[in-house]
T-cell receptor, first 112, second 115 residues
Framework: GDSVTQMEGPVTLSEEAFLTINCTYTATGYPSLFWYVQYPGEGLQLLLKATKADDKGSNKGFEATYRKETTSFHLEKGSVQVSDSAVYFC???????????FGPGTRLSVLP | DSGVTQTPKHLITATGQRVTLRCSPRSGDLSVYWYQQSLDQGLQFLIQYYNGEERAKGNILERFSAQQFPDLHSELNLSSLELGDSALYFC??????????????FGPGTRLTVL
């Protein structure tokens, strides 16, 4: 079945460091791909999404590109802030829109 | 604030009991999803409703059931509770029936503790 694999962390960075969180997926057809973020004590919020190959999603300085050839959707940010400390989830929605799979989440801590 | 509300925020109960979790979707959203988040299983999709009808089913146990009412709020019923059912239960909503690219808006969750 469909699955999402992402680095589990925790990832600890200094403020202004470069961030990469790797995400790869297994799915039939052409899934949509998402990154969600969960701040402490809150529900998940959509960070960005991409619906087809080579699409780039971006929001709040975060970017991810849908790479079908490598089945990947890595999350990047050029300069992280303390306020980016959260858990990040990579997710997919299958081509029929009836199956939703989340990765295990990556906890990011940014130190001042 | 996503606009999705869930009650109660916390629930503590005993094994063998039955509980009901409630979710109100964002205004205008017709689709509701339920998820379970636990330390060992991560975030698991349970079930989805669209405009009162079940549309998709994930890893939902037979002891669990859900429904969506005419006013579009949804309830998740958990029965014969076990210690392993202790988790955060999230509800999410979206406008359309899980279009491939549709954004799901998550509520703050209900934390269930089974003693």
């Amino acid at each position: 079945g469909d699955s999402v694999t992402q680095m589990e962390g925790p990832v600890t960075l200094s403020e202004e460091a470069f961030l990469t969180i790797n995400c790869t997926y297994t799915a039939t057809g052409y899934p949509s791909l998402f990154w969600y973020v969960q701040y402490p004590g809150e529900g998940l919020q959509l960070l960005l999404k991409a619906t087809k190959a080579d699409d780039k999603g971006s929001n709040k300085g975060f970017e991810a590109t849908y790479r079908k050839e490598t089945t990947s959707f890595h999350l990047e940010k050029g300069s992280v802030q303390v306020s980016d400390s959260a858990v990040y989830f990579c997710a997919l929605s299958d081509s029929g829109g009836q199956n939703f799979v989340f990765g295990p989440g990556t906890r990011l801590s940014v130190l001042p | 604030d996503s606009g999705v509300t869930q009650t109660p925020k916390h629930l503590i109960t005993a094994t063998g009991q039955r509980v009901t979790l409630r979710c109100s979707p964002r205004s205008g959203d017709l689709s509701v999803y339920w998820y379970q988040q636990s330390l060992d299983q991560g975030l698991q999709f349970l079930i989805q409703y669209y405009n009162g009808e079940e549309r998709a089913k994930g890893n939902i146990l037979e002891r669990f059931s859900a429904q969506q009412f005419p006013d579009l709020h949804s309830e998740l019923n958990l029965s014969s509770l076990e210690l392993g059912d202790s988790a955060l239960y999230f509800c999410a909503s979206s406008v359309v029936p899980a279009g491939r690219s549709d954004t799901q808006y998550f509520g703050p969750g209900t934390r269930l503790t089974v003693l």
